[in-house]
């Protein structure tokens, strides 16, 4: 069966420090992975996205994310975190066939709080 | 044009009452989403409709979920005989999809409904 796992719950950077959000997945095929953020009371805005190709892939606000199939790992990163990035992130799995195709599979988060 | 829209944004009810939510997908978006976020499950995915059915609703955590989508568009998720295991975050998305299903999902600002 597909799972998603996100291994941090929260992570506390300095600002301006450099972030890995870590995220493996388990499926047997060929994954389609995104990251999305949340901030409080504010639906998923998506950051990135994996479906082929390059997998290194950027995504908004400086976001990137590596593809890794020999870890079964899709982390996030980014060089110098902002104050602003403070929010709740999700990785997910989109399965790439069978009558749940399109459906996604959330891990469980990680809070990320920047200090000042 | 518009992302997508959810109503209301917060609904208390009291236990055993029915609720109707409603989301509005981004326009032209023919798949439609709808997902759950609890303190306790995480994101689970409900049912999904292409059109105006709904070829996967294999996430209904019960009889009392019910869901339907009309004129392609606006989609309402009803529960009866509410529980307080209902109370979470209702989340709709959308999305559309030019090759099958492995397109990107964009969020509504979610549903928080409270069950007394």
């Known amino acids: 069966a597909q799972s998603v796992t996100q291994p941090d719950i929260h992570i506390t950077v300095s600002e301006g420090a450099s972030l890995e959000l870590r995220c493996n997945y388990s499926?047997?095929?060929?994954?389609?992975l995104f990251w999305y953020v949340q901030s409080p009371g504010q639906g998923l805005q998506l950051l990135l996205k994996?479906?082929?190709?390059?997998?290194l892939v950027q995504g908004i606000k400086g976001f990137e994310a590596e593809f890794k199939r020999s870890q079964s790992s899709f982390n996030l990163r980014k060089p110098s975190v902002h104050w602003s990035d403070a929010a709740e992130y999700f990785c997910?799995?989109?399965?790439?066939?069978?009558?749940?195709?399109?459906?996604?599979?959330f891990g469980r988060g990680t809070q990320l709080t920047v200090w000042p | 044009g518009a992302g997508v829209s959810q109503s209301p944004s917060n609904k208390v009810t009291e236990k055993g009452k029915d609720v109707e939510l409603r989301c509005d997908p981004i326009?032209?978006?023919?798949?439609l989403y709808w997902y759950r976020q609890s303190l306790g499950q995480g994101l689970e995915f409900l049912i999904y409709?292409?059109?105006?059915?709904?070829?996967?609703k294999s996430g209904l955590p019960s009889d009392r979920f019910s869901a339907e989508r009309t004129g392609g568009s606006v989609s309402t998720l009803t529960i009866q005989r509410t529980q307080q295991e209902d109370s979470a975050v209702y989340l709709c998305?959308?999305?559309?999809?030019?090759?099958?299903?492995?397109?990107?999902?964009?969020f509504g600002p979610g549903t928080r409904l409270l069950v007394l």
């Open positions: 409709f292409q059109g105006n059915s709904a070829p996967d």
């Open positions: 326009s032209g978006h023919t798949a």
């Open positions: 997910a799995l989109m399965v790439g066939g069978g009558s749940t195709l399109g459906r996604l599979y």
């Open positions: 499926y047997g095929a060929t994954p389609y």
């Open positions: 998305a959308s999305s559309h999809p030019l090759t099958g299903r492995q397109e990107t999902q964009y």
């Open positions: 994996y479906f082929s190709g390059d997998t």
